[in-house]
């Protein structure tokens, strides 16, 4: 197999700032695609990887599975995509499609391990996959999703994660009209989470630490605002809610929202925080509660997302910036100091 060398950005070392270098891509294989990367999303996740905050991360790295960009070639055996094609790249590119969960769509479960869009083992090569802070990116046409052609692209790119990440637990849990839904957090999850629920049908319930917060919780589409440090708004809402999705990836009490939900609702997290969050027994049991957790999506419900998202004209809300300021993206992500996430304009690194 073949290979040649694209700019990137990346990291050598924990402590070291991003900073352009070349990497290797193979040359296409018959089911593989080449896209020409034309945005990148900027996770928190890529912040975490790079600096080895979870530890496993493999040097050099070069994050990004946040992915937009238009189809440059394709191999002997592609029947999904053609030449000019847009195309997206989620947080996996393989799977080890044999087991129950990959035959069941669920390749984000695959029992195996999925292979991550970076900081991966890349099986083709035999190396560390390397992600979309890159020039161009070869996949697996299985692993590729189509894009809506109306949509922005650039705020298009975070669905890939960020929408997928919130609309899979809603699908699960059958959102849509006439359930009462609860957002806790307004960040890069939270806010897709508002505006895909609402989508759905829902009347949707945010929860925010941050007066600063209200109105733009409301010009996403929510229909109510709580301020979840004031008890007596959070005491009012008690058994009120179906379904709760939890962005927050920060140490809170997650029994004060326990105790909306009506029997049998569920809360889900999708945010992470670094230790584990105290239960109490009696936060689930009275009221036959439901907590639970949800990754990403599969590749079929992904591209449900993306056409879902279509058909709704629903974007990520994002600041547009170079390659050459990720650093400093990274530094003002660690403050919040983003609404609601980055992407970067690759047409930055290939001037």
Same mark, same amino acid.
């Given at each position: 197999?073949?290979?040649?060398? +694209?700019?990137?950005? #990346?990291?050598?070392?924990?402590?070291?700032?991003?900073?352009?270098?070349?990497? *290797?891509?193979?040359?296409?294989?018959?089911?593989?695609?080449?896209?020409?990367?034309?945005?990148?999303?900027?996770?928190?996740?890529?912040?975490?990887?790079?600096?080895?905050?979870?530890?496993?991360?493999?040097? @050099?790295?070069? @994050?990004? &599975?946040?992915? +937009?960009?238009?189809?440059?070639?394709?191999?002997? #055996?592609?029947?999904?995509?053609?030449? =000019? *094609?847009?195309?997206?790249?989620?947080?996996?590119?393989?799977?080890?499609?044999?087991?129950?969960?990959?035959?069941? %769509?669920?390749?984000?479960?695959?029992?195996?391990?999925?292979?991550?869009?970076?900081?991966?083992?890349?099986?083709?090569?035999?190396?560390?996959?390397? #992600?979309?802070?890159?020039?161009?990116? +070869?996949?697996?046409?299985?692993?590729?999703?189509?894009?809506?052609?109306?949509?922005?692209?650039?705020?298009?790119?975070?669905?890939?994660?960020?929408?997928?990440?919130?609309? $899979? @637990?809603?699908?699960?849990?059958? +959102?849509?009209? =006439?359930?009462?839904?609860? /957002? !806790?957090?307004?960040?890069?999850?939270?806010?897709?989470?508002?505006?895909?629920?609402?989508?759905? %049908?829902?009347?949707?319930?945010?929860?925010?630490?941050?007066?600063?917060?209200?109105? *733009?919780?409301?010009?996403? =589409?929510?229909?109510? !605002?709580?301020?979840?440090?004031?008890?007596?708004?959070?005491?009012? &809402?008690?058994?009120?809610? &179906?379904?709760?999705?939890?962005? /927050?990836?920060?140490?809170?009490?997650?029994?004060?929202?326990?105790?909306?939900?009506?029997?049998?609702?569920?809360?889900?997290? /999708?945010?992470?925080?670094?230790?584990?969050?105290? /239960? $109490?027994?009696?936060?689930?049991?009275?009221?036959?509660?439901?907590?639970?957790?949800?990754?990403?999506? #599969?590749?079929?419900?992904?591209?449900?997302?993306?056409?879902?998202?279509?058909?709704?004209?629903?974007?990520?809300?994002?600041?547009?910036?170079?390659?050459?300021?990720?650093?400093?993206?990274?530094?003002?992500?660690?403050?919040?100091?983003?609404?609601?996430?980055?992407?970067?304009?690759?047409?930055?690194?290939?001037?």
């Amino acid at each position: 197999m073949s290979i040649y060398t +694209v700019k990137a950005f #990346g990291t050598a070392a924990p402590e070291a700032d991003l900073k352009q270098m070349t990497i *290797d891509r193979r040359t296409v294989t018959a089911k593989d695609v080449e896209i020409d990367i034309l945005y990148c999303g900027v996770c928190h996740s890529d912040l975490h990887t790079a600096r080895n905050e979870w530890g496993g991360t493999v040097y @050099p790295n070069v @994050p990004g &599975h946040e992915i +937009v960009g238009r189809i440059t070639h394709v191999g002997s #055996g592609v029947t999904k995509f053609n030449v =000019g *094609d847009l195309a997206g790249v989620g947080c996996m590119v393989d799977s080890c499609r044999e087991c129950d969960s990959c035959k069941g %769509g669920l390749e984000q479960y695959c029992e195996k391990g999925n292979i991550q869009t970076y900081n991966g083992h890349d099986t083709h090569l035999n190396r560390q996959t390397f #992600g979309g802070y890159s020039e161009r990116v +070869v996949v697996d046409e299985d692993f590729v999703l189509r894009i809506p052609d109306k949509l922005d692209l650039a705020a298009t790119a975070p669905l890939l994660c960020a929408g997928i990440t919130t609309y $899979s @637990p809603l699908r699960r849990w059958d +959102v849509g009209a =006439g359930k009462r839904v609860g /957002v !806790v957090g307004i960040g890069g999850l939270g806010h897709m989470g508002v505006k895909i629920a609402k989508a759905m %049908g829902a009347y949707v319930v945010v929860f925010t630490t941050s007066l600063s917060k209200v109105a *733009d919780a409301k010009r996403l =589409g929510a229909d109510e !605002v709580i301020l979840s440090t004031d008890n007596e708004q959070m005491r009012t &809402h008690a058994k009120s809610l &179906h379904f709760i999705l939890d962005c /927050v990836s920060a140490q809170h009490d997650i029994n004060a929202y326990l105790k909306l939900l009506k029997r049998d609702g569920t809360l889900t997290l /999708v945010g992470a925080p670094e230790l584990p969050l105290p /239960v $109490s027994p009696f936060s689930l049991i009275p009221g036959r509660r439901s907590l639970a957790g949800s990754l990403i999506g #599969g590749i079929a419900e992904t591209q449900e997302m993306l056409d879902f998202c279509g058909r709704h004209n629903i974007v990520s809300d994002v600041e547009v910036i170079r390659m050459q300021d990720i650093n400093e993206a990274f530094d003002r992500m660690l403050k919040g100091d983003v609404k609601y996430r980055f992407v970067i304009d690759m047409a930055s690194l290939k001037d």
